[in-house]
Every structure is written in structure tokens, then in C-alpha cells.
DNA sequence: ACATGGTTTCCATATTTATGGAAATATAGA
DNA sequence: TCTATATTTCCATAAATATGGAAACCATGT
């Protein structure tokens, strides 16, 4: 992980529709949810939802796989995983407040 | 936290120079660093800098303080952590792959 | 081959965001 | 008060991003 694909995941998901997105995919788990189900959970007319899909399919946040005519959308956890690692990576110098109850790797 | 602030504090780290002057601060401390030495840290030209570290300020993830004539900015790590939260929280429905070796609230 | 339904591409438009020089503002010290 | 240094605001410009209708594309079932 570096800057530059770090800035490529946040954009991805530092947008209302595609947050939503990704949260839902990430709440209903590895199987994913077809492209139409997504849309009509969310509200969000085709071209939009395609827009945003692809956006989220290019910088890795989220997989897709066609089963029949459906497209399945799926969070991919592994690349989430890496991101939450770079951004909280080497904190902090001080042993004075850091992440409160989240991960620190710092031996404080 | 709820997605339009998510999308706030993601938008404000979503940009190469403000996600390594996030990540410069993360790594500092508590204690933070003056605008200036930012700027010849990572090299931006003071508009620009004044420009990234007030996007990080209102979004809430960058705190200021004066001192003297200098002024110091420092990561805000409890909003990091809500942020943190917000983003995996209710992963995930299956108990296949989730978020491997990181925060999963779930009782897989 | 045709019809249907799911999804994407094309396109024009509107909006937001980033950049950095120059000028303005603020703080401290002589 | 005058000067030096730190930081921000102003401004014009350039570039990137979001929106959604219409048309195209692609699988499947008949």
C-alpha cells in the first residue's frame, strides 16, 4: 500500500451513493447482491449505479462475478483490510492518546 | 457518525498531499507539527497547504492550536476511530471471509 | 430468431475540487 | 513602531467528478 492506491480506495467510497454502496455490500457478506438489487435498495437509477459500481470495481473496494445475466457485487475485504492497516500504520510517536479502543500496533 | 459525515472525513483524506500530511501527523503524535514545517516536510507551497490543512480541519480529522505565531495541527484520532468504526461496522452477514486479521465485531 | 430483462456505454451538462502567486493578516521581538 | 516570519485569504484557471436519459449490449428462455 502506498499514497497513491490508498487516495484511489478513499475516493472510491468518499461519495454518498457509493459509501452506501459499500456499506451495504460489506453488511450482506461475501456472497454480494446482484447490480438491480443493489439499485432498488438504494434508489439509484441504472446509469448512476453503473457509474458508481465501476468506480468501486476499478480501485479494488468491491469484486464482480456474472452469474447468469446478473452481475453480483461483492465487498472485498482483503483490500479493506489493507487500507484500515496503511491509515492507522505507525501511529503514534507518543504514548499519549492515540486510537483509543481500535488497533494500535504501537507498543505504548 | 452516519454517511454524510463519513463521506466528509473520507473526502478530506481522499487527496495524495492530504493523506500524507494525515498520515505525517498520525505518525507524529499528540503534540502535532506548526503549518509550516508541514510545508517543508512534504514540500507544498504555503496556499496550497493552507488550503488541504483547512479541508482537514473542518472535515475534523486535523485539530489546530496557536502557539505563539505558530500554528500547530494534530491528527484527531477519536474521529479517526468513529470513522474507523463506521466503516465495519455490521461486517458481515456470512461467517465466510471477512475482514481477516482486523476488527470483526461479528460472533463468527 | 425473437422478446425480455439486466446492465453498461454514450453523451451533454452541472458541479466540485485543486493549484499556486500575490496580497493581506497576525504574532513576536528589537 | 518597524521588521521579520508564519499563515491565511483572494483570485483566476484548470482539471476531475457526478448525474441520468437514451441507446446499445448481452444472456436467457421461448
Keep these: 500500500m502506498n499514497t497513491k492506491s490508498a487516495v484511489l480506495l478513499l475516493a472510491s467510497i468518499a461519495q454518498e451513493a457509493r459509501l452506501e454502496i459499500f456499506r451495504l455490500l460489506v453488511q450482506v457478506g461475501a456472497d454480494g447482491l446482484a447490480a438491480g438489487v443493489v439499485g432498488k435498495t438504494l434508489q439509484i437509477p441504472p446509469s448512476t449505479l453503473s457509474f458508481h459500481l465501476k468506480e468501486l470495481n476499478i480501485s479494488g473496494l468491491v469484486k464482480s462475478r456474472q452469474v447468469g445475466r446478473y452481475i453480483y457485487y461483492s465487498a472485498?475485504?482483503?483490500?479493506?483490510?489493507?487500507?484500515l492497516a496503511y491509515l492507522t500504520e505507525n501511529c503514534c510517536a507518543s504514548k499519549a492518546i492515540c486510537y483509543p479502543d481500535v488497533i494500535c500496533n504501537e507498543t505504548h
Excluded: R
Excluded at 472485498?76 to 487500507?83: A, F, G, K, P, R
Design 76 to 83: 472485498n475485504y482483503e483490500e479493506m483490510n489493507s487500507l
